[in-house]
């Protein structure tokens, strides 16, 4: 009797733990560089989410938005060497690594979602190849409503920003300023604000979503729909800490993003449009293109594509070739 009056606490405290809930449940930390107001960190939040939901809790990732853990440039190299799980990057600021991440970069290359999506499909074997390379795996992708052109002045011609400062975030961006004749400033999202209204860029070629967050009308007055390229986001997880995983929560991961990829292409025209009447209605000039100007520009984009092609023929041309079947 005093044997059983021992063993049944111990038995009670096992059969707790065994149907509790785990306090051994991971947690993953996925750093993002924009707010919480933007598409891609709502979709992010939707996805760890999900994941949460249909791991009962086993796994939970925390997602840390406005480059708050990790800033945006050091988020690729966090996650290849295990400092986080999972990060989300601008697919572009990876255009030193190789060549292909700098796809959606080239101006009028592909100007409307289903030219994106077709480029997107066209590159992703190579963009996989690469992250494979990295000790990185794909997730999924979030497109950007399209580029277009912020100033503090009207500009019907490349002349009239010729010599200012231009915001570049990517070795595209940066070539494309040159290109302009204007010089490429690097300057982060969260920075914007501070760097147009100290004179450190006095123009940026950026989405909607990026001006109406972050209150463009407080420092400059005009946005010229050039709509020159649409961009993406990708979510990449560390292949080790992935393959440690149970072959059930790893299908949690794969259908969850699956489901967030979907949902970027489905909502982003809606956020274009939205956020495009937020700049008019805050009084911010929303214009279409001069004729001369979106010349000029298309004349870029062929350059900076023929450039780019010559980078690396014998990964980009199959990609060029099969986005243009």
Do not use: C
């Not at 606490?9 to 149907?19: D, E, G, I, V, Y």
């Not at 970069?105 to 990295?134: G, R």
């Amino acid at each position: 009797m005093k044997l059983l009056k021992t063993l049944l606490p111990a038995m009670a405290f096992t059969a707790a733990a065994m149907t509790a809930p785990s306090t051994l449940a991971a947690q993953w930390n996925m750093p993002t560089p924009y707010g919480d107001a933007n598409l891609p960190t709502q979709i992010a939040y939707g996805f760890a989410e999900d994941i949460k939901e249909s791991t009962g809790g086993e796994l939970d990732i925390k997602v840390h938005s406005g480059a708050s853990l990790i800033k945006h440039p050091e988020i690729p190299r966090a996650v290849r060497t295990g400092q986080v799980q999972l990060g989300e990057v601008f697919i572009g600021i990876m255009g030193n690594t190789h060549p292909i991440f700098k796809h959606d970069n080239i101006p009028f290359l592909a100007t409307d979602y289903e030219q994106a999506h077709k480029l997107w499909e066209a590159a992703k074997p190579e963009i996989e190849k690469q992250l494979n390379k990295e000790g990185l795996m794909l997730l999924y992708t979030v497109p950007w409503p399209a580029q277009s052109l912020y100033t503090k002045k009207p500009v019907n011609s490349l002349a009239d920003i010729a010599g200012t400062k231009m915001r570049a975030y990517s070795p595209s961006t940066s070539r494309l300023a040159d290109l302009m004749n204007t010089t490429p400033t690097t300057v982060q999202v969260p920075d914007i604000p501070q760097a147009f209204s100290t004179g450190i860029i006095d123009a940026m070629i950026t989405s909607p979503s990026t001006g109406a967050n972050g209150q463009a009308w407080d420092y400059l007055s005009d946005f010229t729909e050039i709509k020159a390229w649409i961009p993406k986001n990708f979510v990449v997880v560390n292949k080790r800490a992935f393959k440690r995983l149970d072959k059930e929560t790893q299908k949690a991961i794969l259908d969850a993003a699956a489901k967030a990829e979907a949902r970027g292409w489905d909502e982003v025209v809606a956020q274009e449009a939205k956020d495009t009447k937020t700049l008019a209605d805050n009084g911010i000039t929303v214009t279409k293109p001069s004729e001369q100007l979106l010349n000029e520009l298309q004349a870029i984009g062929v350059t900076m594509t023929e450039e780019w092609e010559a980078e690396n023929p014998q990964a980009l041309t199959p990609v060029l070739n099969a986005y243009r079947q």
